[in-house]
């Protein structure tokens, strides 16, 4: 934003110094308040700050122990080329994984015979070369104190991945790198609202408390959405108000911390229940996911008799309509000439410096366009996919619970109906004339 940095305590001096030289290179990055008429924005910006870096610093935590057994794979690969990716991803886990946390390692003498044991002395190595890279041996209790302290590590692996995909001739064996840091998107973000941004966007005021604060957002906003019609309700309500609102112009979320409830432990046996309580209050069911399908219930409910309820992940993609709205995106990308932007973006999947900046320069030369494609007329889109998963998952469930599917007047004992929505007319049509006339011709009405 042009200012200095004041405060040495948070930002040292190594970081101001390299953001110095980065504003040089590329001046763009700097927001100018004189050109814009902005006030009362450092507390939006101090929380927009706690989240940026909670986000990098869970990126690190997070993904370490992944990132670090998918590289110990790679290399194992070129010790044991004839053996299974699962295996290896084992060896790495098992063995390796335990070396440089100093932790036991145990060697799967079931997967690697006597013959693979002979190389363990280069599998040794590999993990002791690893090893001298990383400041600390990487425990969850370490990686999440000082998760900075292993960038250096990860900036190694990266390049040695990329060592590894540029003597790669086999595109189908081509490692897959991955970025040091999160990749800042450029789409239309929400906006952190707390008390004291509220007051400074409107003239109400609160005296930090928290009842204080409920104050201010109920003169504000409209709880009575939520049930609440008084501000007491919501000072006594059993979900507690976190005075915390995410908005992206389009769409605004309340946060509301849920309490707690005090369950008490039962344990119970198969030896509990008779067979009488079992089919007066149950109804048992066997559900399993499947490659085409979300899911798929077998019932049995007489001897010989076995009820199948089923969803497929085209029978979703229809109820949540992703892949319509998908298509609508795309010929916008395309009419505002984005798509061809998005699509020669360069890989931030790198350590090297020429890399680097080649992707830094370019992000910034389209960012205008970019931003003025992902401006607050986008918000609705990420509304309408939040409708969408929530459609598709009430529709899921009424399959699952009732067998039975309710739209347009429709109501049907079948799954197969909904598969007939989404096929085309003329499969439909063909459909219905295996049904009886009177059914076809009130279903081809609804259908159609």
Known sequence: MGEKVTNKKYVSAGIALAFADFKKDHPSIVFSLKDSNIKGYSDSLSAACVVLATTYLNHIVEN?????????????SMIYPDMAKGLLYKLAEDYCWEIITNGNPEWPIKQFDLVSICKTAEVSTLCDELREKLPLPPTIGILASAPSKFVPTLSFIIAEIEKLAASCNDPKKMPRSFPLMPTPSLHWRYVHINAKTLSSLTKTKSDGTYQGNV???????????????????VIAGENKFTCFILSDGFGICFGFARKAKDVQEVSLELEDFRDEEVRRYFQPC????????????IIHHEEGQQEVRRCSSKERTCYTGSKRRANHIDKLKARNGIKSIETDFPSPKTVNNEKWNTYVAYALKYAPELFSFYNERSAAFRFHDYQGRQRANAEMANILLNAYLVR???VTEDPLFSVARNRSKNTVSSFLEDLDIYQAKYLRKALF
């Open 408 to 410: 347009c007047g429709v």
């Open 64 to 76: 370490f122990k992944r990132r670090v057994l998918y590289y110990l794979s790679l290399k194992l």
């Open 286 to 297: 066997a559900v399993d996911p499947g490659r085409k399908q979300v899911f798929t219930s």
């Open 215 to 233: 104050n201010a957002f109920y003169s504000i906003f409209d709880f009575q959405k939520f049930g609440y019609r008084s501000v007491e309700e």
